[in-house]
């Protein structure tokens, strides 16, 4: 297996970037790659949740897959998601991805309307994970999403006897206990704080490296909280985590998915409006976001609407 480093860092969950027609177009990759260096970042999460993984073919995920690996160098992690689909589609895109070079697959089970044992969540990660059988895998826990109400703990344990490429898990949920449990699982696996509005509360646990939606324009501030961490000041990470409330309040007003991509065509790189079944902000209320979030002290670069 492919070894893989500490991740000790912030790593977007880049969007996927779509022209005026909504097609997706990759020559807009390059522009995001240079954004998260100038934002310190040490990598990307490919077609996840924030790439609207749900809403791109099988090709559109294996295209934009190669032009992050393209161009994310030698400097940039790149994990691909490769989930949420049928075991044989997705068996596709990992055999794919490993091909193209990514450091790792992140896997998120087939949505279920049930619930998922332990059991029948680690069969399709092992299934998945063995079309890609040198490529570091994550386990992608999004319980909103999946149906999966087993902790990540237990999940975790039934997988590292069946999941030889298994390297830890992508913790998109709130639940501290269990992430603590989840860390002592298995000596080398690395959990990736999932929740943006919660990275001081993981880095608090011993958690390094997180991913995230908002890092994709606004990791200078995150990167202040781990700074002053670093420096054991409680007091400024604080006072950093209050400018993270104050900015999630205000995007979660108008959608994580609209918000997130309107502030990067404001930095001056576009990657379209979502798609459907989201909803582009209208005229007014992206006049309105810009306004309320614009003067914030946490972006690389000025919003210009």
Not at 34 to 51: K, N, P, Q, Y
Not at 127 to 140: L, Q
Not at 147 to 160: F, K, N, R, S
């Amino acid at each position: 297996m492919h070894s893989l480093p500490i991740l000790d860092g912030l790593i977007a969950a880049a969007h996927s970037p779509f022209d005026a027609d909504g097609a997706l177009d990759v020559s807009h990759v390059p522009q995001q790659a240079a954004l998260f260096r100038e934002m310190d970042l040490i990598g990307v999460f490919v077609g996840g949740s924030t790439g609207e993984w749900f809403a791109l073919t099988v090709e559109e995920r294996q295209a934009l897959t190669e032009a992050w690996v393209e161009a994310a160098g030698g400097d940039l992690v790149v994990i691909a998601h490769v989930g949420g689909i049928a075991i044989e589609a997705a068996q596709q895109l990992a055999a794919h991805a490993a091909c193209a070079g990514v450091s790792a697959i992140s896997c998120l089970v087939q949505p279920h309307t049930g619930d998922y044992s332990a059991s029948s969540a680690v069969d399709y990660m092992a299934a998945v994970a063995s079309a890609a059988s040198e490529t570091p895998s994550f386990y992608y826990d999004m319980q909103a999403v999946t149906g999966v109400d087993v902790p990540l703990d237990v999940l975790l344990e039934e997988a590292l006897d069946r999941v030889p490429t298994l390297a830890g898990a992508k913790y998109t949920n709130s639940d501290l206990v269990t992430l603590t449990r989840a860390r002592q699982v298995g000596e080398g696996l690395q959990i990736l704080m999932g929740r943006d509005e919660m990275l001081l509360d993981a880095l608090v646990t011993g958690v390094t490296g997180a991913v995230g939606s908002t890092y994709n324009y606004a990791a200078t501030v995150y990167q202040r909280i781990r700074a002053a961490m670093a420096a054991g000041d409680v007091e400024a990470a604080a006072r950093a985590n209050a400018e993270v409330a104050q900015f999630i309040e205000a995007l979660l007003e108008v959608g994580v998915l609209p918000g997130g991509k309107a502030i990067m065509g404001w930095m001056g790189v576009a990657v379209g409006t979502p798609r459907p079944p989201h909803d582009t902000l209208t005229p007014e209320e992206a006049a309105a976001f810009h306004a309320a979030i614009k003067d914030m002290d946490i972006f690389a670069r000025p919003l210009r609407p």
